[in-house]
């Protein structure tokens, strides 16, 4: 049997192609997806145009997540016909992905359906969705309430901010959104953003400590963006850390976290436990609103995923790019 893959190869050079590929090469696991949609993360982009060392194995099928039916399984928890989300776990990196009609995966490594979700919302949501969710309930868990102040979000026009500002918004909070686009002031606001202000405040050195504005943030950005919100977070305040969009250096100090009491979480989405995800999807299923996830969509075949992951790393789209893949 022969299924269409989006195929990263570097062989005497990279490449990345939709293609034909034979069944027979699926890597080894107990749960075979057929895939109905799948989506583009910020790590697919830089898989894809290979402007990061994501792979880890050649060739690689592309695609963090997918959404499908369960066509064959080993897994005593999976059966034909269930439907299942993936998330992470190494799949474009070192185990082949979900940019494909077909995917082998580990049913450990697979969540049910939401029933208030479709495949395609779930995709719709993916990685980023999901990320965000993590960073709300780090918030969340941390004591923060929506009385509390101001909460930043960072990377805003992107898929974590894009959700992020969603779920705040519709939960109470007062959000800022920090962007480098300021055509897309009405987007941000239209998803929950109280007022938008402009990424370049954040983006250059800054002091140790600064005036206190922030009682959470969601940073998807790094570098000095997320030290300057370090600085800039009110005593006892949370901030939830989840991306390197703008590098991974933190040229920070300890003053915020000894004078302020300023609490920094991480967020790893990848290698998070099944209880992890299962109460973060369970949160998205009940507090994203669906009208607003829809206006974040652009929605493609698999032959357009390419050109969008170079359209990606190149800042020239905002929100979730869904794939569809399969019926």
Known sequence: MMFRALVLENDGGFRATVKSVDAAQLPAADVTLAVSYATLNYKDGLAITNRGPVVRQWPMVAGVDGAGTVVASNHPDWQVGDLAVHNGWGAGETHWGCLAETARLKGDWLIRLPQALSLRQSMAIGTAGYTAMLCVLALEDHGLKPDAGEVLVTGA??????????????????????????????????????????????????????????????????????????AQTRYGGVVAACGLAQGMDLASTVMPFILRGVALVGIDSVMAPLSRRQRAWARIARDLDPVLLETMVQELPLDGAIDAAHALMDGRVRGRTLVKIGS
Request: charged share 15%.
């Open 157 to 230: 026009s992107g898929g974590v901010g894009s959700v992020a500002i969603a779920l705040l918004g519709r939960l109470g909070y007062t959000v800022v959104a920090a962007t480098g686009r300021a055509s897309e002031e009405t987007y941000l606001k239209a998803l929950g953003a109280s007022s938008v202000m402009d990424r370049a405040m954040l983006a250059s050195p800054g002091k140790a400590l600064q005036k206190e504005r922030w009682a959470g943030v969601v940073d998807a950005v790094g570098s000095h963006t997320l030290a300057n919100a370090l």
